[in-house]
Structures are given as structure tokens and as C-alpha cells.
């Protein structure tokens, strides 16, 4: 019982500090621009407190990247098609990119500070090696395809937050163009033949 409260009010604490970092990094100029004490202050929470919970700045970029991309780790794993297991290796394997490209349109900032997290390359984030991991195995279920590991690189590398963040925010391409791009190049790149987007997205 004396557990209760103290949870609670982490679960409460957790929940303001997500809120205040969504709205920091939409609002910012720079991922950079966003700093512990910002975060920590506009959540109304000691710095103290953001530093025991999750480590360092990495570590609540991490943390918070992980809770909003649950929705879509959920549907790959138990969801219905396109994104779910029923679906075939063809479908997924769009479907998959889709998400991942509106994850990153809608938390352009989000999405830059998370990618700038792995070292001196981003392609030593661990949250890269996942879905990397990931698409290639999607594409090894695929008959006929080689060189599946680079393939899910060349992918991937069209969802980069830098591009997404150049191309919709410098050259404001609209959303919707974006995700018809990324349909018509995975569809050539797998061979899939002419695209469809997830129906729920449309």
C-alpha cells in the first residue's frame, strides 16, 4: 500500500514530462534548442526528478520516442493487415514505411533529436538496428529477393528525419505527396507493382 502514491505520482510526473517535451519539440527551431531544463520546467517537475527517471537527455528522447511509437510496434506485432503478422511481406513492407514516414511528418523535431542520439552515426541507434532488424526480415519472406540487409538500409534511408524534416519543412512538400513518393519507390524497390497506401491513413 505506501507503494501507491509514489507510483502514481511518477505515472503522473512521466505523463506531464511527455506532454511538455511533444509540445517543445514541435514548437522548437532545433532539436538542440530543447534542454533539460526547459522540459523539466514546463512539465512543472524538479530537474532532479527528469535525471533519476531517465538518465540524460538521450535517455528521455529514447524513452519518449518508445511510448509514441507504440501504437505502431503494436500493430506490427498484433494488429489487423497491412501492418499486422496476417498481412503478407508485400503489404507489410509498405505499410511498415508508411507508419514509420508519418511518425516522423508529424514529430519532425522529435524524430531529429532521436536520430542524433546514436553516437557519431545514427545507424548505431539502437532504435535504427530494431527496425532495420525489422524490415529486413520482412523482405528475406519476400521470394526471389537478394541483398536483403542493404535493401532495408536503402529503405529506411528514405525515411530519414533529416529528409522528412528538408523536405517537408524547406521545400514544403505536402504530406500527402510525401507518402505517395515513398509508395511508388518502395513499390519499385520490392517489385510490389502499383502502390496502395493503408486504407486507415487515407
Known amino acids: 500500500m505506501p507503494d501507491r502514491k509514489p507510483r502514481k505520482d511518477a505515472a503522473r510526473n512521466r505523463?506531464?514530462?511527455?506532454a511538455a517535451a511533444d509540445t517543445l519539440f514541435a514548437q522548437c527551431r532545433s532539436p538542440e534548442d530543447v534542454t533539460m531544463a526547459d522540459i523539466a520546467a514546463a512539465a512543472g517537475v524538479g530537474k532532479g526528478t527528469l535525471f533519476?527517471?531517465?538518465g540524460d537527455r538521450t535517455g528521455l528522447i529514447r524513452a519518449l520516442c518508445e511510448a509514441r511509437l507504440e501504437p505502431i510496434r503494436n500493430a506490427i506485432e498484433e494488429g489487423a493487415p497491412p501492418l499486422g503478422p496476417a498481412a503478407p511481406p508485400l503489404e507489410?513492407?509498405?505499410a511498415l514505411l508508411d507508419a514509420v514516414l508519418c511518425f516522423k511528418i508529424d514529430n519532425r523535431h522529435?524524430?531529429?533529436a532521436l536520430e542524433g542520439t546514436g553516437a557519431a552515426s545514427p545507424y548505431a541507434a539502437e532504435h535504427y538496428e530494431h527496425w532495420h532488424a525489422l524490415l529486413q526480415g520482412l523482405l528475406e519472406q519476400i521470394p526471389g529477393r537478394a541483398g536483403s540487409g542493404f535493401t532495408a538500409h536503402a529503405l529506411l534511408a528514405a525515411t530519414r528525419a533529416d529528409l522528412v524534416a528538408y523536405l517537408a519543412g524547406e521545400k514544403g512538400v505536402?504530406?500527402?505527396e510525401l507518402r505517395d513518393q515513398l509508395a511508388n519507390f518502395t513499390a519499385?524497390?520490392?517489385g510490389a507493382g502499383p502502390p496502395r497506401r493503408p486504407a486507415a491513413e487515407d
Open 52 to 54: 533519476r527517471a531517465f
Open 174 to 176: 505536402p504530406r500527402e
Open 110 to 112: 522529435l524524430a531529429l
Open 15 to 18: 505523463a506531464a514530462v511527455f
Open 92 to 94: 507489410r513492407v509498405p
Open 188 to 190: 519499385a524497390v520490392i
